[in-house]
């Protein structure tokens, strides 16, 4: 009969380990835990679907420069890409926010709270996993950035226009050597 209410006494476990003695202050504080913060996931929410709004108008510039054949001649549109490169990292922090902040108190929906779920890690192991990950991405973003400032001329295909021209100037010297 009041299985359906047990979620909501576990919440109690927070505040008093005999639940059924609770007093009418532990009770509010239970319920106030039910409510997320609300102005951090109004702006988590925004952040995250603007990023997203910014990757898609990137792609649709790119795609539109490109079928133009002139991105090369558009220096706004590849500094808008450059600085795009946190976009989806911040949009998948943000909606990783949005929906772990979001369904709080609960790890199972209305039967199991988070803080009876939370990690046995050590505040040393969740530090040393952020720390690494924050390295990884740091080390990634230095490879992009600086593969993006040497271009794809670094390539050496021979498709750009100052490649043939020293091709063809690397011909005459050659030519005259012999």
Not at 59 to 84: D, G, H, M, S
């Amino acid at each position: 009969e009041n299985q359906k209410d047990l979620g909501y006494g576990l919440l109690l476990k927070k505040y008093t380990d005999k639940v059924t003695d609770a007093s009418e202050d532990q009770i509010k504080a239970a319920t106030k835990d039910t409510i997320p913060n609300v102005t951090a996931l109004f702006f988590s929410f925004r952040a995250m679907v603007a990023s997203g709004f910014l990757m898609l108008l990137l792609f649709i510039l790119a795609t539109y420069a490109v079928a133009k054949r002139n991105a090369e001649n558009k220096p706004w549109l590849l500094k808008f890409a450059l600085f795009a490169l946190p976009l989806p990292w911040i949009a998948a922090q943000t909606g990783w926010y949005v929906a772990e902040g979001g369904r709080q108190p609960w790890t199972i929906g209305e039967v199991l709270p988070t803080h009876l779920s939370a990690s046995s890690l050590s505040t040393g192991d969740v530090w040393g996993s952020i720390i690494a990950l924050a390295a990884f991405y740091t080390v990634l973003m230095y490879l992009m950035i600086k593969f993006s400032r040497l271009g794809p001329s670094s390539l050496h295909t021979g498709k750009y226009h100052f490649e043939k021209l020293e091709a063809e100037q690397q011909k005459q010297v050659e030519g005259a050597q012999s």
